[in-house]
């Protein structure tokens, strides 16, 4: 098991620039969602997804869209980077057993993003 | 809403120094309590958990017990290692939480072991 992977693990952009992070995780994970870590202020919800074909807003979610066309993969699209978007985003899967309990989130290295 | 509150940083340590990283938490309902590791250029790892008031999660040397009374779930350990200087995140989930699976987390604090 590869567990989740991201790509790519650091990037620089130019404001107005576009790009799209990748997440991928093969343990067959329903829950999926994005974080970006900034300092002094831990962690924070972008997006999420409970499944294929459905996301939903987190916390900061603008500036960002997402998609979910498969189980295994959960990319994040910056449609016109602006330098507030410099952060460390962390992508995180989850199961959902039969109760509706979620489990403990697993997450990928990062992706340590820059933008001038 | 629901908030999680830790101990600033950095917190300095010789090797075999006992270790304590307080860590506070507000919320509705009865969520569960974490401990997440990031070690240097890596991602979060999963250190520790309690599901329930007076559970105690316990990993690697590390413990943490769920107070439900004074809303706490302080990380220790008797004797830290310089392979244990790392950020802690305490954070909290309501496991029942509709779709979100949302982590709260608090700020990280860093810590720092000299030989």
Redesign the interface.
């Known amino acids: 098991n590869a567990g ?1 992977t ?1 790509t790519p693990k650091f990037q620089v952009l130019k404001t107005g620039q576009s790009m799209t992070l990748q997440c991928a995780q093969d343990m067959n994970h329903e ?1 999926m ?1 994005w ?1 970006r870590q900034d300092p ?6 972008i997006h ?1 997804s ?1 499944g294929a074909g459905i996301t ?1 807003q ?2 900061v979610p603008n500036g960002y869209n997402v998609s979910r066309s498969t189980t295994e993969d959960f990319p994040l699209r910056l449609l016109s980077a602006a330098p507030s978007q410099t952060s460390v985003y ?1 992508c ?1 899967s ?1 199961y ?1 057993n039969s109760g ?3 489990n ?7 992706t340590r993003l820059t933008v001038l | 809403g629901d908030s999680v509150t830790q101990m600033e940083g950095p917190v300095t340590l010789s090797e075999e120094a006992f270790l304590t990283i307080n860590c506070t938490y507000t919320a509705t309902g009865y969520p569960s309590l974490f401990w997440y590791v990031q070690y240097p250029g890596e991602g979060l790892q999963l250190l520790l958990k309690a599901t329930k008031a007076d559970d105690k999660g316990s990993n690697k040397g590390f413990e943490a017990t769920y107070r439900k009374e004074t809303t706490s779930f302080h990380l220790e350990k008797g004797s830290v290692q310089v392979s244990d200087s790392a950020v802690y995140f305490c954070a909290l989930s309501d496991p029942f939480g509709g779709a979100t699976n949302k982590l709260i987390f608090g700020t990280g604090t860093l810590l720092a072991v000299q030989p």
């Open positions: 989740v991201q829950y969602s974080y002094g202020m831990g962690l924070r919800l999420y409970v939903d987190g916390e962390f995180a989850s959902v509706g309990l979620r403990e989130q697993f997450f990928g290295p990062g």
